[in-house]
């Protein structure tokens, strides 16, 4: 091999270890911010567990949720408290290596979040047998399940998903730089 490929081969290797580290510095964004948060609720703001009204719509109601979303499954759940957290954690790997190979940076920072959130709510499963809640949105007495930062992480996550799917394909990502050849586009 010449030099230039040699080059070129490392450019292009260096690239995939920044990608990589971009993305498991989103997941452990995602994953820090839900775990400090509902560290601080569960040993700080919520001892007394009482109900805290922030505005009209908003409350911190402390919750914990054994099923899946908004309680699903929890009679099931209740026999096997760690089968969920376990799939939500290979679940996180997957989207972990799917983030790592996506040329879009949306879509890295999305599937980063979504992963970082299941690793936060696998851990308060693996830790305490059922996810944290405290966030409770509600409106003229309607209240939407009390959700968490995991939650919210998640959802940002598909928002970016759903954002780059309706991107023309042709935008989605950077021309290659790295001169290699082969590869989709």
Known sequence: MDRLSLSTIREHVMSKARTTRRVLAW????????????????????????????????????????????????????????????????????LLVWAAKSETNLEQI?????????????????????????????????HWPTFNGADIAISIGVSLILVVSLMPLNSRSAPSHTGLKGGSK
């Open 27 to 94: 997941a452990a964004v995602a994953l820090a911010a839900d775990q400090i948060s509902k560290w601080l609720i569960l040993n700080k703001v919520m001892v007394p567990p009482r109900i805290i009204e922030l505005t009209p719509f908003l409350n911190v109601r402390l919750g914990f949720n054994y099923g899946v979303s908004f309680g699903l499954g929890s009679e099931w759940l209740d026999a096997w408290p760690g089968a969920l957290g376990l799939f939500k954690f290979v679940v996180a790997i997957g």
């Open 110 to 142: 999305g599937l980063s979040l979504i992963a970082g959130g299941a690793l936060g709510n696998a851990t308060d499963r693996w830790r305490q047998g059922a996810v944290t809640d405290f966030i409770d949105l509600h409106w003229a007495g309607y």
